[in-house]
Protein backbone atom coordinates (compact mmCIF):
# COMPACT_ATOMS: atom_id res chain seq x y z
CA UNK A 1 0.00 0.00 0.00
CA UNK A 2 1.21 3.49 -0.57
CA UNK A 3 2.71 5.01 2.19
CA UNK A 4 2.52 9.15 3.25
CA UNK A 5 3.10 11.42 0.49
CA UNK A 6 3.60 15.20 0.47
CA UNK A 7 3.82 17.77 -1.77
CA UNK A 8 5.20 19.47 -3.04
CA UNK A 9 8.64 18.06 -2.74
CA UNK A 10 10.71 21.50 -2.96
CA UNK A 11 9.20 24.78 -2.33
CA UNK A 12 10.83 28.04 -3.26
CA UNK A 13 8.72 31.30 -1.97
CA UNK A 14 9.76 34.86 -2.06
CA UNK A 15 9.50 36.81 1.44
CA UNK A 16 6.00 37.87 1.86
CA UNK A 17 4.28 34.76 -0.62
CA UNK A 18 1.70 32.49 0.79
CA UNK A 19 2.36 28.91 0.85
CA UNK A 20 0.51 25.27 1.29
CA UNK A 21 1.96 21.89 1.89
CA UNK A 22 -0.05 19.30 1.12
CA UNK A 23 0.00 15.13 2.77
CA UNK A 24 -2.22 12.51 1.90
CA UNK A 25 -2.01 10.29 4.82
CA UNK A 26 -2.32 6.50 4.57
CA UNK A 27 -5.71 6.02 4.01
CA UNK A 28 -7.36 4.62 7.28
CA UNK A 29 -5.04 6.40 9.62
CA UNK A 30 -6.67 8.16 12.64
CA UNK A 31 -4.34 10.81 13.79
CA UNK A 32 -1.69 13.22 11.57
CA UNK A 33 0.89 15.00 12.56
CA UNK A 34 2.83 18.38 11.27
CA UNK A 35 6.42 19.13 11.98
CA UNK A 36 9.07 21.47 10.95
CA UNK A 37 12.88 20.44 11.41
CA UNK A 38 15.43 23.02 10.50
CA UNK A 39 18.72 21.52 9.14
CA UNK A 40 20.68 19.55 11.68
CA UNK A 41 17.90 19.39 13.99
CA UNK A 42 14.90 17.17 15.40
CA UNK A 43 11.43 17.80 14.05
CA UNK A 44 9.28 20.17 16.49
CA UNK A 45 5.99 19.21 16.70
CA UNK A 46 3.39 21.79 15.41
CA UNK A 47 -0.13 20.23 15.16
CA UNK A 48 -2.02 17.16 15.68
CA UNK A 49 -5.58 16.24 14.16
CA UNK A 50 -7.40 13.55 15.13
CA UNK A 51 -9.93 12.89 12.00
CA UNK A 52 -10.80 16.25 11.02
CA UNK A 53 -10.62 17.46 14.49
CA UNK A 54 -7.61 19.57 15.32
CA UNK A 55 -6.72 18.58 19.14
CA UNK A 56 -3.24 20.40 19.40
CA UNK A 57 -2.33 23.45 17.34
CA UNK A 58 0.17 24.71 20.31
CA UNK A 59 3.39 24.47 17.89
CA UNK A 60 2.43 26.29 15.51
CA UNK A 61 5.07 29.12 15.69
CA UNK A 62 2.92 32.21 15.60
CA UNK A 63 -0.53 32.87 13.31
CA UNK A 64 0.78 32.91 10.06
CA UNK A 65 0.51 29.29 10.23
CA UNK A 66 -2.52 27.20 9.44
CA UNK A 67 -3.57 23.82 9.00
CA UNK A 68 -7.07 22.27 8.28
CA UNK A 69 -7.85 18.56 7.53
CA UNK A 70 -11.32 19.08 6.54
CA UNK A 71 -12.76 15.67 5.36
CA UNK A 72 -10.80 13.84 7.88
CA UNK A 73 -7.99 12.78 5.30
CA UNK A 74 -5.81 14.99 2.91
CA UNK A 75 -4.10 17.98 5.06
CA UNK A 76 -3.02 21.17 3.83
CA UNK A 77 -0.41 23.43 6.21
CA UNK A 78 -0.58 26.93 4.54
CA UNK A 79 1.92 29.47 5.52
CA UNK A 80 1.09 33.11 5.05
CA UNK A 81 3.03 36.03 4.54
CA UNK A 82 6.26 34.00 4.92
CA UNK A 83 9.33 35.03 6.27
CA UNK A 84 13.09 33.75 6.02
CA UNK A 85 12.78 31.86 9.49
CA UNK A 86 9.82 29.68 7.87
CA UNK A 87 12.52 27.82 5.79
CA UNK A 88 12.84 24.29 6.70
CA UNK A 89 11.54 20.68 5.92
CA UNK A 90 7.98 20.31 7.04
CA UNK A 91 7.10 16.72 7.46
CA UNK A 92 3.61 14.93 8.01
CA UNK A 93 3.13 11.49 9.86
CA UNK A 94 0.02 9.80 10.20
CA UNK A 95 -1.00 6.87 12.74
CA UNK A 96 -3.49 4.86 12.49
CA UNK A 97 -5.42 5.27 16.14
CA UNK A 98 -6.53 8.06 17.95
CA UNK A 99 -4.66 7.76 21.39
CA UNK A 100 -1.37 9.94 21.20
CA UNK A 101 1.78 10.23 19.86
CA UNK A 102 3.30 7.18 21.40
CA UNK A 103 -0.14 4.92 21.06
CA UNK A 104 0.97 3.77 17.38
CA UNK A 105 3.68 4.36 15.11
CA UNK A 106 3.87 7.06 12.99
CA UNK A 107 4.91 6.97 9.67
CA UNK A 108 6.50 9.94 7.88
CA UNK A 109 6.23 11.49 4.64
CA UNK A 110 9.02 12.31 2.59
CA UNK A 111 8.84 15.99 3.67
CA UNK A 112 8.15 19.14 1.66
CA UNK A 113 11.90 21.55 1.83
CA UNK A 114 10.56 25.18 1.86
CA UNK A 115 13.19 27.48 1.26
CA UNK A 116 12.12 31.67 1.51
CA UNK A 117 14.55 33.94 -0.21
CA UNK B 1 11.87 23.66 22.10
CA UNK B 2 13.40 20.02 22.26
CA UNK B 3 13.56 17.75 25.31
CA UNK B 4 16.23 15.03 24.06
CA UNK B 5 19.36 15.29 24.27
CA UNK B 6 21.01 12.76 21.61
CA UNK B 7 25.32 11.74 22.31
CA UNK B 8 27.53 11.77 20.52
CA UNK B 9 26.52 14.86 18.07
CA UNK B 10 28.38 12.20 15.75
CA UNK B 11 29.94 9.11 15.57
CA UNK B 12 32.20 7.26 13.06
CA UNK B 13 32.85 3.44 13.24
CA UNK B 14 34.41 0.47 10.87
CA UNK B 15 31.73 -1.61 9.79
CA UNK B 16 31.22 -4.85 11.95
CA UNK B 17 31.34 -2.49 14.91
CA UNK B 18 28.87 -1.62 17.34
CA UNK B 19 27.09 1.41 18.22
CA UNK B 20 25.67 3.22 20.60
CA UNK B 21 23.84 6.14 21.04
CA UNK B 22 22.76 8.00 24.19
CA UNK B 23 19.51 9.97 24.47
CA UNK B 24 18.55 11.88 28.05
CA UNK B 25 15.25 13.75 28.48
CA UNK B 26 14.27 16.30 31.45
CA UNK B 27 10.44 15.17 32.09
CA UNK B 28 8.74 12.33 32.84
CA UNK B 29 7.42 10.13 30.07
CA UNK B 30 4.75 7.77 28.72
CA UNK B 31 6.89 5.71 26.16
CA UNK B 32 10.43 6.65 24.46
CA UNK B 33 11.00 5.43 20.95
CA UNK B 34 13.94 5.86 18.41
CA UNK B 35 13.75 6.73 14.97
CA UNK B 36 16.29 6.62 11.76
CA UNK B 37 16.34 9.36 9.15
CA UNK B 38 18.49 9.13 5.59
CA UNK B 39 18.30 10.89 2.65
CA UNK B 40 16.73 7.54 0.96
CA UNK B 41 14.42 6.35 3.04
CA UNK B 42 12.58 10.05 5.38
CA UNK B 43 12.16 9.23 8.88
CA UNK B 44 11.58 5.99 9.64
CA UNK B 45 9.85 4.21 13.46
CA UNK B 46 12.55 1.54 14.60
CA UNK B 47 11.44 1.02 18.03
CA UNK B 48 9.45 1.88 21.54
CA UNK B 49 10.21 1.49 24.54
CA UNK B 50 7.44 1.98 27.41
CA UNK B 51 8.26 4.11 30.60
CA UNK B 52 7.81 0.96 33.46
CA UNK B 53 10.04 -1.79 30.60
CA UNK B 54 14.12 -1.42 31.09
CA UNK B 55 14.87 -2.96 27.45
CA UNK B 56 13.54 -4.15 24.59
CA UNK B 57 15.26 -5.93 21.57
CA UNK B 58 14.36 -5.74 17.59
CA UNK B 59 16.90 -7.54 15.06
CA UNK B 60 20.25 -5.78 15.73
CA UNK B 61 18.83 -3.05 17.78
CA UNK B 62 18.77 -3.55 21.97
CA UNK B 63 17.11 -0.23 23.57
CA UNK B 64 17.62 0.46 27.25
CA UNK B 65 15.59 2.68 29.00
CA UNK B 66 16.23 4.51 32.58
CA UNK B 67 14.08 6.57 34.08
CA UNK B 68 15.74 7.51 37.46
CA UNK B 69 18.50 9.01 35.07
CA UNK B 70 15.96 10.37 32.44
CA UNK B 71 18.24 8.21 29.49
CA UNK B 72 18.30 5.66 26.98
CA UNK B 73 21.10 4.25 25.15
CA UNK B 74 20.41 2.71 21.34
CA UNK B 75 22.86 -0.40 20.43
CA UNK B 76 23.04 -1.26 16.64
CA UNK B 77 25.38 -4.46 16.57
CA UNK B 78 27.34 -5.84 14.09
CA UNK B 79 26.43 -2.35 11.58
CA UNK B 80 26.17 -2.24 7.93
CA UNK B 81 26.74 0.48 5.47
CA UNK B 82 22.94 0.71 5.06
CA UNK B 83 22.84 1.78 8.66
CA UNK B 84 24.60 5.17 8.03
CA UNK B 85 21.96 7.52 8.83
CA UNK B 86 20.79 10.15 11.84
CA UNK B 87 19.13 8.80 14.87
CA UNK B 88 16.80 10.26 16.94
CA UNK B 89 14.60 9.73 20.17
CA UNK B 90 11.49 11.05 20.80
CA UNK B 91 9.34 10.80 23.91
CA UNK B 92 5.65 11.71 24.57
CA UNK B 93 4.09 12.52 27.84
CA UNK B 94 0.67 11.69 29.29
CA UNK B 95 -0.62 15.47 28.99
CA UNK B 96 -0.71 16.18 25.07
CA UNK B 97 -0.15 14.46 21.81
CA UNK B 98 3.20 15.78 21.12
CA UNK B 99 6.33 13.64 20.25
CA UNK B 100 9.70 16.17 21.50
CA UNK B 101 12.35 15.13 19.68
CA UNK B 102 16.13 15.59 20.24
CA UNK B 103 18.59 17.03 17.92
CA UNK B 104 19.98 13.45 16.48
CA UNK B 105 22.96 11.36 16.66
CA UNK B 106 24.87 11.44 12.95
CA UNK B 107 26.09 7.43 12.55
CA UNK B 108 28.68 6.88 9.74
CA UNK B 109 29.43 3.59 8.75
CA UNK B 110 32.96 3.45 7.03
CA UNK B 111 33.56 0.08 4.51
Known amino acids: GAGVSQSPRYKVAKRGQDVALRCDPISGHVSLFWYQQALGQGPEFLTY????????KSGLPSDRFFAERPEGSVSTLKIQRTQQEDSAVYLC???????????????FGPGTRLTVL | SQQGEEDPQALSIQEGENATMNCSYKTSINNLQWYRQNSGRGLVHLIL???NEREKHSGRLRVTLDTSKKSSSLLITASRAADTASYFC???????????WGAGTKLIIKP
Open chain 2, 90 to 100: ATDMDSNYQLI
Open chain 1, 93 to 107: ASSLGGRGPGADTQY
Open chain 2, 49 to 51: IRS
Open chain 1, 49 to 56: FQNEAQLD
